[in-house]
């Protein structure tokens, strides 16, 4: 029998954006002389891990029928000590149900978007489902051994929402501090960055109108790095009002994007607390940012650290590019303050809060 506590990272459908990075770096940051680390999904998964880390795919289409395949492969394991990590409500709820309830399995769960995402319904059918999960993550979550979220704001809500402690552990996504060597000169070309999905949770919508009203509109390039099913839909509104945007899909390294372009912008409906913000800043970005819930104002200090503007307000957002372009000197102080913010975000201080709580809270599996 293996002593090593075996940890089972459950992410169903693995892509390109803000929660792979999150689990990726949780993942790969595992002591693997200490634990024997598994992941699972229901397809294929381009994220670089460890030779040492099991992959393993299930042949499902369905999150809830997973779960059976799930309690298969956990039953025949034979390791001992086991916790099972996941993320995301429509996971998340048949985690506590199957895992931690069926099994009895330690659970430690994290939310990457606030409580508010599932009173986002476009349909009959999202009204069902998600009301479905909202119900059960008032049923379910005080059962699970650990209840995480990634801002204070989205903690704060979901823990009134289920009467129980929830705990803030930020996106370890912040590495370090790259300055720009070059900064933004007023009235020359204005190379605008946006990088989201392409759905209707991102609003990109917004910031193409923004752009389309803006007495500058000839002057702004715009790059949207993504992928998602509103591409053509956007790609027709750019053609229509002949506005210079360019969609770029399938790029892991962003380096270059944040590092050549002059002034970030997020315009989301919801979140937990985005992590191309973080990283925007830690590229010493100015940025510009919808008010949604939940992380912009932990990451911008409440707009000491960078503009806020009302979601889809795109008059407002026109007006705060104008100004950059203007004028970018007020923009690049408030950058100042939020970098010096970001540091909470830092990968190594995350991590070393993520298993603290694994320790603190599951202790019997530690030596």
């Known amino acids: 029998m293996n002593n090593k506590t075996k940890i089972y990272?459950?992410?169903?459908?693995?892509?390109?954006?803000?929660?792979?990075?999150?689990?990726?770096?949780?993942?790969?940051?595992?002591?693997?002389?200490?634990?024997?680390?598994?992941?699972?999904?229901?397809?294929?998964?381009?994220?670089?891990?460890?030779?040492?880390?099991?992959?393993?795919?299930?042949?499902?289409?369905?999150?809830?029928?997973?779960?059976?395949?799930?309690?298969?492969?956990?039953?025949?394991?034979?390791?001992?000590?086991?916790?099972?990590?996941?993320?995301?409500?429509?996971?998340?709820?048949?985690?506590?149900?199957?895992?931690?309830?069926?099994?009895?399995?330690?659970?430690?769960?994290?939310?990457?978007?606030?409580?508010?995402?599932?009173?986002?319904?476009?349909?009959?059918?999202?009204?069902?489902?998600?009301?479905?999960?909202?119900l059960l993550v008032k049923l379910l979550y005080k059962f699970s051994d650990i209840v995480s979220t990634n801002s204070k704001e989205s903690s704060i809500a979901l823990s009134n929402y289920i009467k129980n402690k929830v705990i803030t552990i930020y996106n370890p996504c912040f590495e370090k501090i790259r300055l720009k060597k070059i900064k933004y000169k007023k009235n020359t070309e204005l190379k605008i960055l946006n990088i989201a999905r392409l759905t209707e949770q991102k609003d990109h919508m917004t910031i193409l109108k923004a752009i389309n009203h803006s007495k500058i509109k000839h002057k702004i390039k715009f790059t949207i790095v993504g992928f998602g099913v509103l591409k053509n839909k956007l790609l027709s509104f750019v053609k229509k009002n002949k506005i210079k945007c360019e969609i770029i899909e399938n790029k892991i390294n962003l380096r270059k994007y944040y590092s050549q372009n002059d002034l970030f912008i997020f315009s989301s409906i919801y979140e937990g607390l985005p992590t191309v913000m973080v990283e925007a800043a830690s590229y010493c970005m100015p940025i510009i940012s919808s008010n949604f819930k939940a992380g912009s104002k932990e990451i911008l200090c409440s707009g000491k650290g960078g503009n806020i503007f009302e979601m889809k307000n795109y008059l407002k957002l026109s007006e705060l590019i104008y100004k950059f372009y203007k004028n970018p000197q007020p923009f690049y102080k408030k950058e100042i303050i939020c970098r010096k913010n970001i540091y909470k975000f830092s990968k190594k201080k995350k991590y070393k809060k993520f298993y603290r709580n694994f320790r603190k809270n599951l202790n019997q599996y530690f030596i």
């Open 9 to 134: 990272f459950f992410n169903p459908y693995p892509g390109i954006g803000g929660a792979d990075t999150t689990i990726s770096k949780f993942i790969n940051s595992v002591n693997l002389s200490k634990y024997e680390v598994e992941y699972i999904t229901l397809r294929k998964s381009k994220i670089s891990l460890s030779k040492k880390i099991k992959r393993t795919q299930l042949n499902s289409n369905s999150t809830f029928l997973s779960f059976f395949q799930l309690i298969k492969i956990i039953k025949k394991d034979k390791n001992k000590k086991k916790i099972f990590f996941s993320m995301q409500y429509f996971v998340n709820v048949w985690t506590i149900l199957f895992i931690k309830l069926i099994l009895g399995i330690k659970t430690f769960i994290y939310e990457i978007n606030h409580i508010e995402e599932l009173k986002d319904q476009k349909n009959l059918s999202e009204f069902l489902k998600k009301n479905i999960i909202y």
